[in-house]
C-alpha cells in the first residue's frame, strides 16, 4: 500500500484515541526536549567559555613545567626556565618577545597610610605587557624601583591609583620595598589566559632588582633567576611552527629547563588554540554525560510508545483480520503499525525541539550566558525521535503482522 | 417464490437417500474434473486437522467444485466444518491435505503474501458482523481492498461510490459504520466485496445480524449479483437462506453429507422439474 494511505490511516487511528496519543507523545516531548536543553546549555556554554579565552592573545605560547599528566595549564608550575633559557628562546625564528612570570611572595602593599594585604606580586621584565593594554602612563624599567598595577588592582586604593604613586611593598620576610607606579593597565594585560576569568588584581614589578628565585645555570656559568612560567609571544601567523620549534628547543637536554625540571614533571609548550581545544574538550564530554542522562527520560518514552502500541494491537486484532481478510499482506499491516509508532515518535520530536531550545534558553539566562543554538542537535533530535518510533514500534507491529486472521475475525 | 423438492422446509436430509437428478441449472456439481476452465473453486479431497489437546479433523476428505456463475449454500449445525471451508476457499487457511484450487491456483503452494493478494483480488468476504472498519468512511470501507492492490486514490474512490450507489447506498458514501443500520452495514460490506471484482463471493451467515425483512433484502442483493454472473459461495445454518441458492451442499462432522439442488418456480431461471441431490460418499 502507498505511503499517503498508510500515513492517512495511521493519522485515523491516532486520533481515535487522542487522549492516549497525546500523553505517549508528551513521553518523547520530555526526553527529546531534555536532551536538547542539555545540548543547548552545553553549546552555549562552551561557546562562552571560549569566546572569553579567545582574546587578541592567538599568538601567544604558553610555557610551563607542570605534572607530566596535566597537560600544561594545572597550577603555577615549577621554576625552572632560567636567563639562559630566555636567551635561547627569543633566538629561536619566529619569536617576537619572551616574557618571564615569577613571583614575590609579599605581605602587604601600602600607599599612603592605606595599606593591603596580599600574599605575591608578579615578577616580569618590561617587555611584559602589549602597548595597547596601558590605560595610563609606561611600562617599567628593567633595573629601577618601578611598578606595573592593573586596573582592579588599582582599585583597591582609595581615589585609585594612577602614574606616579607611590607604593610600599612589604616582603614576606618583611623588608619593605618602596616602588613608583609608572603605568596601568587594563584587566587582561600581561597574563595568563586563566586569569581573566576573574578579574584578580595584580601588581608587577620588575624582576630585577625584586625577584629573588636564582639557580645554578646548568648550560650559563652563575646562578640566574628562574622563573615559573613564560609566555612567548610570536609572529602572528607563524604561532604553530613557532610552537613546535620552541617545544624542540626543550625536547633535548639542550635547554636548563629540560635538566632542572623534577622526575615526573615535564615542559609544555601550549598556545591559546590548545589551551581552547582543551576546555572545548573538557565542556563536550561534560554536556555529553549530562545528555546522556537526558536520553534516559527518552528511552523512557520510547517505552511509552512500545506499550500502547502494544495495547493498540490487542485492541485492534480484529481490524487486523478485518485487513487482511481483504488482502492486507502482511507487510502492509506491519507498515499501518510502524508508521502509527513513527509518527508519536517524530511528533514528540517535533514538539520537544522547540521546547528544548526554550529550555536551554531559561538555563542560559540562569547561567547568564549568552544563548548558542545547536541546530546540528535539533536536527538529530528529531531524526532521533523517528528512529525511537521505529525502534519502539517494531516489536509490536512484528506482532500485528502476524496475527492469524481467522483467530482474529473470530476476536470480540 | 422457491420450490425445492425434496424434503422442503426442513434442515438436513439424509444423505444417502438423495440420488441426483437433474443435471441442468448449475453445471457441475461436487468432484469435477480439476483444471477446468470455468471452475472457480477445485477443493479436492481435502482435509483440515486442527491439533489441539486433541486432533480434530474439522474437514475430511471434503472434495467440492464451484463452477463459475453458480450460487452454492453450504449449511450444516455449528461445527460441521462450515467455517473451516471458508476460510480454505478464502486463502484464510490452508489444507492438512489435498488442494484447494482457487481460479485455477493452488492456495497452499503460494506465500503468506501472495495468498493475502488472491484474498484481495480473487475473493470477497461478505461476514456475518459485517466486519467494518470503525474509523473509516462507508467509501473507505469499500475502497480498502483496493488499497492494498494498490489503486490510485481517485480510481478507489470512483470504483468505491460506483458500487454503494449500485447496492443503494449512495447518499451514505462518507457515513461512519456506526451511523448506519444493520441492513446498510451489510450492503457496504457487500459494496467492498464486489470492490476488486473478485472471482468468487464468500458470505458467511450474511443475514444473522439483521432482522428478517432486511435478511431477505440482502438476500434479493445476491440474488441481483448472482444473476450478474459472480460465482457464490454462502454458508448459513437457516434453510430459507439457503434456499436461495441453487445448489445446497449439507455438511456433518467435517464431511459432505449431501448436495441438492435447488428448483425455483416461478422465476425464469432454471425450468428442471424437481430437484433432489445427491451425494458423493456414502
Redesign the interface.
Known amino acids: 500500500m502507498d505511503a499517503a494511505e498508510t500515513l492517512r490511516i495511521s493519522v485515523r487511528s491516532l486520533r481515535a484515541h487522542r487522549l492516549r496519543a497525546a500523553l505517549t507523545v508528551i513521553g518523547i516531548v520530555i526526553g527529546i526536549a531534555a536532551v536538547v536543553t542539555f545540548a543547548t546549555f552545553g553549546a552555549s556554554l562552551k561557546a562562552d567559555v571560549v569566546s572569553e579565552i579567545e582574546g587578541s592573545s592567538a599568538n601567544e605560547i604558553y610555557l610551563v613545567a607542570s605534572e607530566a599528566d596535566e597537560g600544561g595549564f594545572g597550577g603555577a608550575g615549577q621554576p625552572v626556565f632560567t636567563e639562559y633559557d630566555l636567551g635561547q628562546l627569543r633566538d629561536i625564528e619566529g619569536v617576537q618577545r619572551v616574557v618571564p612570570r615569577g613571583i614575590v611572595p609579599v605581605s602587604a602593599i601600602g600607599h599612603g597610610d592605606q595599606t593591603i594585604a596580599r600574599s605575591q606580586v608578579t615578577a616580569t621584565n618590561a617587555t611584559a605587557f602589549a602597548t595597547a593594554t596601558f590605560e595610563e602612563g609606561r611600562s617599567f624599567r628593567n633595573g629601577e624601583r618601578e611598578a606595573v598595577v592593573n586596573r582592579p588592582a588599582a582599585r583597591l586604593f582609595d581615589g585609585n591609583l594612577s602614574a606616579g604613586d607611590r607604593l610600599t611593598v612589604t616582603r614576606a620576610s618583611g623588608d619593605r620595598e618602596n616602588v613608583t607606579v609608572v603605568g596601568i593597565v587594563n584587566g587582561t594585560g600581561g597574563q595568563l589566559p586563566f586569569s581573566s576569568f576573574s578579574d584578580q588584581p595584580r601588581v608587577f614589578l620588575p624582576a630585577d632588582p625584586f625577584y629573588q628565585s636564582v639557580v645554578e645555570s646548568p648550560n650559563a656559568v652563575g646562578n640566574q633567576f628562574v622563573y615559573p612560567q613564560v609566555t612567548v609571544v610570536t609572529d602572528p601567523g607563524d604561532t604553530t611552527a613557532t610552537k613546535e620549534r620552541v617545544r624542540g628547543y626543550f625536547a633535548g637536554d639542550r635547554s636548563d629547563a629540560a635538566l632542572l625540571v623534577p622526575d615526573g614533571y615535564a615542559v609544555s609548550a601550549q598556545t591559546n588554540d590548545d589551551l581552547v581545544d582543551r576546555i572545548e574538550r573538557i565542556v563536550t564530554r561534560l554536556t555529553r554525560f549530562v545528555t546522556g542522562i537526558a536520553v534516559i527520560a527518552l528511552v523512557v518514552g520510547a517505552v511509552g510508545i512500545a506499550n500502547i502500541m502494544l495495547v493498540s494491537v490487542t485492541e485492534r486484532t480484529r481490524e487486523i483480520g478485518i485487513m487482511k481478510a481483504v488482502g492486507a499482506r502482511s507487510r502492509d499491516v506491519m507498515q499501518l503499525f510502524l508508521a502509527e509508532a513513527v509518527l508519536l515518535g517524530a511528533l514528540g520530536a517535533v514538539l520537544g525541539v522547540p521546547l528544548g531550545v526554550a529550555g536551554g534558553w531559561v538555563a542560559t539566562r540562569y547561567a547568564e550566558i549568552p544563548l548558542t543554538l545547536a541546530p546540528g542537535w535539533a536536527a538529530l533530535a528529531v531524526v532521533v525521535g523517528v528512529l525511537v518510533g521505529v525502534v519502539a514500534g517494531l516489536y509490536p507491529a512484528w506482532r500485528a503482522a502476524r496475527v492469524d486472521p481467522i483467530d482474529a475475525l473470530r476476536y470480540e | 417464490m422457491i420450490n425445492l423438492s425434496a424434503t422442503p422446509g426442513t434442515g438436513v436430509t439424509d444423505a444417502t437417500e438423495r440420488t441426483e437428478a437433474g443435471t441442468d441449472p448449475p453445471p457441475g456439481a461436487a468432484g469435477r474434473d480439476p483444471g477446468d476452465a470455468d471452475t472457480v473453486v477445485e477443493l479436492a479431497a481435502v482435509t483440515r486437522t486442527y491439533e489441539g489437546g486433541a486432533t480434530v479433523d474439522a474437514l475430511s476428505d471434503v472434495s467440492l467444485s464451484l463452477p463459475e456463475g453458480s450460487y452454492t449454500a453450504v449449511m450444516g449445525p455449528s461445527g460441521s466444518g462450515k467455517s473451516t471451508l471458508l ?1 480454505l476457499v ?1 486463502g ?2 490452508t489444507p492438512t491435505a489435498g488442494t484447494v484450487r482457487l481460479d485455477g491456483q493452488d492456495l497452499a503452494a503460494l506465500s ?2 501472495e495468498r ?2 488472491v ?3 480473487t475473493v470477497g ?1 461478505v ?1 456475518q458482523t459485517f ?6 468512511t462507508a467509501v473507505e470501507n469499500v475502497a ?2 483496493l ?4 489503486w490510485p ?1 481517485a480510481d478507489r474512490r470512483e470504483r468505491a461510490e460506483e458500487l454503494l450507489a449500485d447496492v443503494g447506498l449512495g447518499d451514505r458514501l462518507d457515513h461512519q459504520p456506526t451511523e448506519l443500520s444493520g441492513g446498510q452495514r451489510q450492503r457496504v460490506a457487500i459494496a ?1 466485496a464486489l470492490a ?1 471484482d473478485p472471482a468468487l463471493l464468500l458470505a458467511d451467515e450474511p443475514t444473522g445480524n439483521v432482522d428478517t425483512e432486511t435478511g431477505e433484502r440482502i438476500m434479493d442483493l445476491f440474488e441481483e449479483l448472482h444473476e450478474a454472473g459472480n460465482t457464490i459461495l454462502l454458508v448459513t445454518h437457516e434453510r430459507h437462506i439457503a434456499e436461495h441458492a441453487d445448489r445446497i451442499v449439507h455438511f456433518r462432522d467435517g464431511e459432505i453429507e449431501g448436495v441438492e439442488t435447488v428448483v425455483e418456480t416461478g422465476d425464469g431461471d432454471s425450468e428442471g422439474s424437481g430437484a433432489g441431490t445427491e451425494t458423493e460418499d456414502a
Open positions: 476460510n478464502g484464510l487457511d503468506e503474501a493475502a493478494r484474498r484481495g483480488r468476504f461476514f466486519n467494518l472498519m470503525p474509523r473509516l480498502l481492498p488499497v492494498f492492490q494498490e486514490r467492498r476488486a
